[in-house]
């Protein structure tokens, strides 16, 4: 059974400074993989998706990530964090194995924006 | 593009009450999904509908939740009866087909008394 796997509940950095959010998959299957972004009351939104025609894939926001097979990791970064960036974060692993895609979420980090 | 519409967006209930929540995906989206979220937790699938055939449903706790998306197009998903541990957002994705990007909407926030 695939799970991910994200490291740090809370990460907090400065305006201006790198984000960096840590996620990593486990599965026997080179899955595809999402990163979400969540605002208080609000729906989860795609930030950027890898489907194994690139390694690094870039989002919205200035949000991009890479995966990194030899590392079953597809850790999220941003060189200048905003004030708007404090949200939740997931990240999600799923496979279209037999037509079940439901994916297979982290527990979220929640991201802190310092002035 | 309208997005993932859902209703309500918040219910309150007591325990051993029943309770239902509708979503309308996005047009020409055949794939729907409900998933649950506990406060502090991530998402977790509790059923997938390909049209209106059933995927997966290997998570729904099937003595209690029901759903249904009789016509293909939304669905409506229903607690009875309600537990306290049923207290979460309950969201609803939908894609254009199996493999493609899911698309949330805001969810419905659901208290048990």
């Known amino acids: 059974a695939q799970s991910v796997t994200q490291l740090g509940s809370h990460v907090s950095v400065s305006e201006g400074a790198l984000v960096l959010l840590r996620c990593n998959y486990s599965s026997s299957v080179p899955p595809y993989l999402f990163w979400y972004v969540q605002y208080p009351n609000q729906g989860l939104q795609l930030l950027l998706k890898y489907t194994s025609a690139a390694t690094l894939v870039k989002g919205i926001n200035g949000f991009e990530a890479e995966f990194k097979k030899s590392e079953t990791s597809f850790h999220l970064t941003k060189p200048s964090a905003h004030m708007s960036d404090a949200a939740e974060y997931f990240c999600?692993?799923?496979?279209?194995?037999?037509?079940?895609?439901?994916?297979?979420f982290g527990k979220g980090t929640h991201l802190i924006i310092q002035p | 593009e309208a997005g993932v519409a859902q209703s309500p967006r918040y219910k309150i209930i007591e325990k051993r009450q029943s309770v239902a929540f509708w979503c309308n995906p996005i047009?020409?989206?055949?794939?729907l999904y409900w998933y649950q979220q506990i406060l502090g937790q991530g998402p977790k699938l509790l059923i997938q509908f390909q049209n209106n055939g059933v995927v997966d449903d290997s998570q729904l706790p099937k003595d209690r939740f029901s759903a249904e998306r009789l016509k293909g197009v939304d669905s409506t998903l229903k607690i009875q009866p309600a537990k306290l541990e049923d207290s979460a957002v309950y969201l609803c994705?939908?894609?254009?087909?199996?493999?493609?990007?899911?698309?949330f909407g805001p969810g419905t926030r659901l208290l048990v008394l």
């Open positions: 994705a939908s894609s254009l087909d199996i493999a493609e990007t899911q698309y």
């Open positions: 047009s020409g989206h055949a794939t």
């Open positions: 999600a692993g799923g496979y279209s194995g037999g037509g079940a895609d439901g994916l297979t």
